[in-house]
């Protein structure tokens, strides 16, 4: 029997769909779990996290080859948060869960072996990319929950483990929507530093308000210790606040950088990127063999120092 589910895959900060489709086969020998479509070194580990999740979660494996596709076939899938949808498929392949919600819902989360949910990168753009495709739901990890609940007129589920996947899979009660709830105070950003911390320099204070206020580069020089660093550490503090788009804009880029930060909600500070002098080409400019954000894009809305 063949089963999907609805996935997506990172590529920078966009979130790009994918579809896993598995093939239970009976066999006259030994096992066998093949996997096709691209997938790198921590997709094809999940072949084993998957196994050990599924049965520690009490559910059966089937003794079946298991043929997995990861669909579009030319596009790489990266990361371990393709476990869940592929855990799922095998499920509903077997006749474990319901298939019905499958291909309304968009699913992604990495599984430890006991079966619990991991916090995955780029909830944002994947709810965006729900929402574009016309999906209903998306589901992940509870602590991926509230970074993808900003994503307007779509439901989003945070779950704890396979099993309470399973559960919700097959319409248990008692789950609810994540309902990203604003109040106004969200929207005023909080820093650490403060721009009345400066004494004196009042050239130099000047001449960042004026680039503050125009969203001009700006050009500091002087020995070491004159403060520079200092003066603009602080320049943040002093710029307009986000808006709605923007902070959802700042959000993906710093959702997308693997091992960034964990995100929860939106943020509303500007960011301040300070890269030093001999960090790498793609550390600063983004990519890499596994595309990720650079300071440049780090600091989107934000201060490149």
């Not at 999740?53 to 790489?76: E, Y």
Request: overall charge negative; proline content about 7%.
């Amino acid at each position: 029997m063949i089963a999907q589910a609805h996935t997506a895959t990172l590529l920078g900060i966009d979130a790009l769909p994918v579809v896993v489709e598995v093939d239970l086969r009976p066999i006259g020998g030994q096992f066998e779990f093949v996997m096709v479509g691209l997938a790198d070194k921590a997709v094809e580990e999940s072949k084993v996290r998957v196994k050990s999740a599924i049965l520690n979660s009490s559910f059966q494996f089937p003794a079946k080859k298991i043929i997995c596709n990861l669909a579009p076939g030319d596009v790489r899938k990266e990361g371990p948060f393709l476990d869940l949808p592929i855990a799922a498929a095998i499920l509903a392949g077997s006749g474990q869960m319901s298939g019905e919600w499958l291909e309304d819902t968009v699913v992604m989360g990495e599984l430890g072996l006991d079966g619990a949910l991991r916090p995955v990168d780029g909830a944002v753009s994947a709810a965006l990319m729900a929402l574009e495709t016309g999906k209903k739901r998306i589901v992940l990890p509870a602590q991926s929950a509230a970074e993808a609940a900003v994503s307007p007129d779509i439901d989003v589920f945070g779950l704890e483990s396979l099993r309470d996947f399973v559960d919700f899979m097959n319409g248990a009660p008692g789950f609810r929507a994540v309902v990203y709830e604003e109040a106004t105070t969200v929207r005023l950003p909080t820093y650490d530093v403060d721009y009345a911390d400066v004494k004196g320099q009042r050239q130099a204070i000047r001449a960042l308000e004026i680039a503050a206020a125009g969203g001009h580069n700006v050009l500091m020089t002087g020995p070491p210790g004159s403060g520079k660093t200092m003066l603009a550490r602080r320049l943040p503090t002093i710029l307009p606040p986000l808006t709605l788009e923007e902070s959802i804009a700042v959000t993906r880029v710093w959702s997308a950088g693997k091992g960034k930060r964990h995100i929860s909600g939106l943020l509303w500070e500007r960011p301040f990127r300070s890269p030093h002098h001999t960090s790498s080409y793609a550390s600063v400019v983004g990519g890499g063999q596994k595309p990720a954000p650079g300071e440049i894009s780090m600091a989107h809305f934000g201060c490149l120092f």
